[in-house]
Every structure is written in C-alpha cells, then in structure tokens.
C-alpha cells in the first residue's frame, strides 16, 4: 500500500507535464477533439513504457536507476513548428529518425558532449523557452482566431490560474509545490464550469477502454529540416538528463560510468522510436520527480514501477484522457505562460554560473539569442537564399543553436593568443603570489629562531 501511495504521488508531480504537452502541441496543429483525446492516452502510455525502458537494467538499454519519463517542454515549440509547416505526419518521422540517431550514437555521445556545454545548452533552452511565450499568450485570450478572443472571461480565467498557480508556489513547498501547475488546470477549469463554458461532450463521447494502434494519427514522413531540428533537441535532452543520471547517482549513492551513460541514452533513442510509431514523442528524464525524490527519501526502483504501471493503465483510458481536453484555452494558457516561463528560467539558471566568467561568454549569448529570437520574429529574412541554404536559416531554434554551437567553437575551444596570455598571466600571479607567501614563512621563522 505504501508503495502503491508513493507511485501515485509520482505520477501527480509530473501529471502536468504529461498532459500539457499534448494539449499545447494538439491544439497549435489543429487536432480534433477525438484526435486530441487519443494523443493524450497514447502519451500518458507511453511515458509508463519509456520509464520502464529505463529502470531496466541490461547490456543494451536502460540506466537502472529511479528515474521517470516523460515529453520535454524543450520539443514543444520545435514540434508545433515543424507541424505547421510540413503537417503532423513530419512530426513523427523527425521524432522516429532522431531516435535511431540517438540509439546510434550513444556510445560516441560522451565525446559529443564537450560541443553542448552549459554556455550552448542554457542559450538553446532559452531560445525555445522564448519562442513558446507568444503560443502561451494566444491561448490566454482564448486561442488564435477564436470569435472571443481577448474576452473579459477568457482574460480573468487565464490571469486567475496564473495567479493561483503563483500564490500556490509561494505559500506552499514541497510536493504541493511540485504539482501547482496541475491543481492551478483543476481550479481553472472548476471556475469555467461555473461560468458554464466548458463543453463536457468530448468525455461523453469517449470510450471507457480502447485498444492502442501504431500510426493513428498519421504514417511518418521524413524530412530533413525536421529530422535535424528533432535531432538537436534529443541532443540538447540527452545533456539535461546526463545532469538528471548523476543527481540521482548521488542520491542512490551509486557510481555513474560510461557504460550506464549509454544504456541511458540507448533507452532515451528507444523510446523516441516508439513513441513516433505510436503517434506520441520523444522522451526524457523528469527532473521534477527527482526533486520529489530527494523531497521523500524514497529511492526504490520499485516505487517508479508502480509509477509507470499506473500510467500505463490511464493510457488505455480514454474517459480519462478526455477529462484533460475540456480544459479552456484560457486557462490553459495562464498555466502556460507560468511553464514556459519556467523553461526561459530552467535557461538562464543554466547560463548563470558561466555568463559573468568571460565577456566571450556573454557575446555567445547575446549573439546566438539575438539571432534565434530574430529570425523567429523575422522569418522571410533570408528567403533570397538558396533553398538548401534555407534549410538551416529558416528556423530560429536551429540558427540561434548553430550559432551558439560555433561562436563556442571559436571563443573556448580554439586556441588563441588572448587566453594563453591570460593564462601565462594568472600563472605568473600565482607564482609571485607563492614566492612571497613563502618568503614571508622564512621571515617569520628566521624572526622566531632569533628570538
């Protein structure tokens, strides 16, 4: 019983997350209710299969550590864009494609890793982050082209879940903390129920059981700007749930070495496989669950297990999974606005430590953000390019990651003369430093022997 309690309590913290990307991913693209009814079972399911691909413990895949799964929020903005340009179907065959890639260079990833410092992964998360807040502030008003958009209802129920979800992560801690963003979704939608525009016909409409199918929603197309977008994402999660991967070895007390590095990577590409052929996503580590984790003093394997049993049996669930879809978009907006939000911040907290060491570091940033975020807002402003050219320039995401990746290259990882000067510098202070610290010891102990 007591396992059972502490399984569920995981499967609330990160809940949300769950279900909020199908939400915003489903609504930016168009899906219909059934559609979206069915994208969010089959990514409730697939985040219990993608955790147990990971507690597992064998030569091939799986980390073997208690750690949950589910869709990153740093694919969000990369999937609603390549949805609206290139249709749903782009989606998954870029999702399946930069899984096999990932499976693939799993055992080489360790050496890839020194080109995704925290000065290039924070400015990517970052970029994403900032790129999602227009989608989160649409939904506000109700969504893009809605006949009520900017309402006084739509505009009070979205800035009343934000604030909740606010006073909740100020005055609570801990767990309650840990799933504000699901309780402030339940509070607003209890509050569009009583304003009576919440439309329950969806959840009577859906099934009770019903029987998972590959390619439901659409047979995967390839293409190369998706699948290198899907691509640098997965590697950009790969960096996160590295970070994720020693957390909890520290927490385990349990050595991480390379060879778990790439099970856990193995079981990260495997699950993005799967989840593209069933019409879902790609997946990583939830960061969340660990702080809950730390929070509880649980650290059993079978804890998560229970977890991903649970999540399981929802995704077979479409009663369930309808229940998510009458969420208005208003508030399902103001919950995003605080999410997003968090990913911009997730950023900059990565960007923190490394931004105030060198100017160079702040030119990295400012250029690759500058970029990223302008040719977002600007999106014709290389259309005289060729068009394989384009392929690279015609996404902020990737240019601003592009650029990032190179002015790193450039400032920290090419020699220069500058930084050998510095260098040769500091080594000098710190010599002068040691002569006279030992010169002083001499002194005094000449001074006391004298005595």
Not at 132 to 160: H, K, R, W, Y
Not at 278 to 301: D, E, H, W
Not at 348 to 370: R, Y
Request: aromatic share 8%; net charge neutral.
């Amino acid at each position: 019983m007591k396992t059972t309690l502490l399984g569920f309590q995981h499967l609330l913290a990160m809940y949300a997350g769950a279900v909020l990307v199908p939400l915003i991913v489903g609504n930016a693209i168009g899906l219909t209710p059934t559609q979206l009814t069915y994208l969010v079972s089959i990514d409730i399911l697939m985040c219990g299969i993608a955790t147990l691909l990971q507690i597992s413990r064998n030569k091939y895949f799986g980390v073997g550590l208690p750690v949950v799964l589910g869709c990153t929020f740093t694919a969000v903005g990369p999937m609603i864009l390549i949805g609206n340009d290139y249709g749903i179907s782009a989606i998954y065959g870029a999702v399946i494609a930069s899984g096999v890639i990932i499976f693939f260079i799993s055992r080489f990833f360790g050496s890839l890793v020194k080109f995704f410092p925290p000065i290039v992964t924070g400015s990517v998360v970052t970029i994403i982050g900032i790129t999602l807040i227009p989608v989160a502030i649409n939904n506000m008003g109700g969504g893009q082209g809605a006949e009520d958009f900017g309402s006084m209802t739509n505009i009070l129920l979205s800035f009343g879940t934000l604030l909740f979800i606010v006073l909740l992560f100020r005055f609570t801690s801990g767990f309650m903390q840990s799933i504000a963003i699901l309780l402030g979704l339940v509070v607003g939608t209890i509050a569009a129920i009583f304003l009576g525009i919440v439309d329950f016909s969806n959840v009577q409409d859906a099934s009770y059981v019903h029987m998972v199918m590959p390619f439901y929603l659409a047979t995967p197309t390839f293409h190369l700007l998706p699948i290198a977008i899907m691509t640098l994402v997965a590697m950009v999660s790969l960096v996160e749930s590295t970070g994720v991967y020693f957390a909890l070895g520290d927490i385990c007390e349990k050595e991480i070495d390379q060879k778990m590095l790439e099970s856990g990577y193995r079981a990260e590409g495997l699950a993005s496989i799967i989840g593209g052929i069933f019409n879902a996503f790609p997946y990583t580590t939830f960061s969340q669950n660990v702080g809950l984790m730390q929070l509880s003093g649980v650290k059993s394997r079978r804890v998560i297990l229970v977890t991903a049993i649970m999540l399981i049996s929802l995704g077979f669930l479409p009663k369930v999974a309808a229940l998510a879809t009458i969420v208005p978009a208003a508030v399902l907006g103001g919950a995003m606005v605080a999410m997003f939000g968090m990913v911009v911040s997730q950023g900059i907290k990565m960007l923190s430590p490394v931004i105030s060491k060198t100017q160079d570091n702040a030119m990295i940033v400012a250029c690759s953000i500058g970029i990223g975020l302008g040719v977002s807002v600007v999106p014709d402003l290389f259309k005289e390019l060729p068009e394989s050219v384009q392929i690279l320039t015609s996404n902020g995401i990737v240019l601003g990651s592009i650029t990032a990746i190179f002015l790193n290259i450039i400032f920290n990882m090419l020699p220069s003369k500058k930084k050998q000067a510095v260098e040769q510098a500091r080594q000098a202070e710190s010599t002068s430093r040691s002569i006279k610290e030992g010169s002083s010891s001499v002194l005094v102990s000449a001074t006391a022997n004298h005595k």
